[in-house]
Every structure is written in structure tokens, then in C-alpha cells.
T-cell receptor, first 114, second 116 residues
Framework: AQSVTQPDIHITVSEGASLELRCNYSYGATPYLFWYVQSPGQGLQLLLKYFSGDTLVQGIKGFEAEFKRSQSSFNLRKPSVHWSDAAEYFC????????????FGTGTQLKVEL | GAVVSQHPSRVICKSGTSVKIECRSL??????MFWYRQFPKQSLMLMAT?????????EQGVEKDKFLINHASLTLSTLTVTSAHPEDSSFYICSASRGGGTDTQYFGPGTRLTVL
């Protein structure tokens, strides 16, 4: 069965510092890959997605993610974190031809220190 | 665009009662809607997928008689938790997409259910 692993449950960074959130997936073929952010009281918001093509994907709010097939990874990055980025981040995968069904990782809680 | 709402945002009920949660796509037609359950500090677990006008497809281990899903229109899906018990207490989240394939899912803000 496919799985998504986010090794870091909690991450704390200082405002202005760079950020990298890790995501690894386990699946025979390359799935579609997503990063979502969840803030309290708000629905999950899509940051970016990878279907094919350029392995470096640009998203909203200054986020980017790089797909590395050899490492089965899709890590999320941001060069300079803002205090408003504090939230829960979820990596998700969708099987190609899987009827749009998403499998989520366990999430990474980001705390930003001022 | 692509806003999804849920109502209520929070509900408390007594054990044995039924609770209905609504999920609406406000500015687009949602061919497919999904219902997820999220336990504290855990990930979202897909419960079921519903297509407008069709019976919902439930994930393994999800009781279809317990969690009734109706997707009667292209903008509304409902989840009814029947005969709720304390172990049904959770955060329920819906999402909606315009169609199959690689279409993006848009998520509602979630409903916190507490069963006393």
C-alpha cells in the first residue's frame, strides 16, 4: 500500500530563516504530489502540486518543492519564513488514475519564533 | 474562487443521537466530494468518496450504516453520523473537486463533533 512519511512532527524556526519540510512516499510508480497547509479554523489550503515536468515546483506564499525520483521525496522549502507561516503542513499523494483520492502524511507542525 | 463551506463548525450531542454535517461548494459545481476524519495530532483519513447522484464509495473499515453520505446536488453533500457515540468524536473535513482526473480538491474548514 502506498504511504506518505513526514519524519518531522514538529519544527521550530526563527523568523527570516530558511525552512525545509521533508516528505517521502512509498509507491511503485510516481504519484501526483501535493503540499497543503492547515491553519486553525481554516480549511486545508493547497500550496503547490506536482504532476509531471519540471521537478522544481513553485507555489503560493513563496513556497517551492522539489521532486526527487531517486529519493522518493517531495520536500517543501521556503527561503525566508514569516511568522504567519506557523501552521500544520501536510504532504499528500494521489495515485495516477486513482480517482482523485489523496493519502496524507501525518503532518508537520511549524512554529516560528520571532 | 473555489470556496467550500461546512456547517456546523462545531457540534456537541448526546450519545445515541444523530448529527448531520453539511458541505457546500459555494462558487463551483462539485462533481466529486470527499469526507475525511482527522484525529487530534494525526493525519486526515479518507472516509468516503461521493459523486453527485451516486452512492458513496466507502473506504475499508468505515461503516456505511454509521456514516451516511448523501450527495444530492452539485453543490451539497451531507454526512450524517447515526447513533453517535463518544468514539465518533472527531474533526470531520470535506473537500470538493470539479471532476475526476487531476482536479484539485478544495477543503472545507471542518466540523468538530463532540459526543457526550
Amino acid at each position: 500500500a502506498q504511504s506518505v512519511t513526514q519524519p518531522d512532527i514538529h519544527i521550530t524556526v526563527s523568523e527570516g530563516a530558511s525552512l525545509e519540510l521533508r516528505c517521502n512516499y512509498s509507491y511503485g510508480a510516481t504519484p501526483y504530489l501535493f503540499w497543503y497547509v492547515q491553519s486553525p479554523g481554516q480549511g486545508l489550503q493547497l500550496l503547490l502540486k506536482y504532476f509531471s515536468g519540471d521537478t522544481l515546483v513553485q507555489g503560493i506564499k513563496g513556497f517551492e518543492a522539489e521532486f526527487k525520483r531517486s529519493q522518493s521525496s517531495f520536500n517543501l522549502r521556503k527561503p525566508s519564513v514569516h511568522w504567519s507561516d506557523a501552521a500544520e503542513y501536510f504532504c499528500a499523494v494521489e495515485l495516477t488514475g486513482g480517482g482523485n483520492k489523496l493519502t496524507f502524511g501525518t503532518g508537520t507542525q511549524l512554529k516560528v519564533e520571532l | 474562487g473555489a470556496v467550500v463551506s461546512q456547517h456546523p463548525s462545531r457540534v456537541i450531542c448526546k450519545s445515541g443521537t444523530s448529527v448531520k454535517i453539511e458541505c457546500r461548494s459555494l462558487d463551483f459545481q462539485a462533481t466529486t466530494m470527499f469526507w475525511y476524519r482527522q484525529f487530534p495530532k494525526q493525519s486526515l483519513m479518507l472516509m468516503a468518496t461521493s459523486n453527485e447522484g451516486s452512492k458513496a464509495t466507502y473506504e475499508q473499515g468505515v461503516e456505511k450504516d454509521k456514516f451516511l453520505i448523501n450527495h444530492a446536488s452539485l453543490t451539497l453533500s451531507t454526512l450524517t453520523v447515526t447513533s453517535a457515540h463518544p468514539e465518533d468524536s472527531s474533526f470531520y473535513i470535506c473537500s470538493a473537486s470539479r471532476g475526476g482526473g487531476t482536479d484539485t480538491q478544495y477543503f472545507g474548514p471542518g466540523t468538530r463533533l463532540t459526543v457526550l
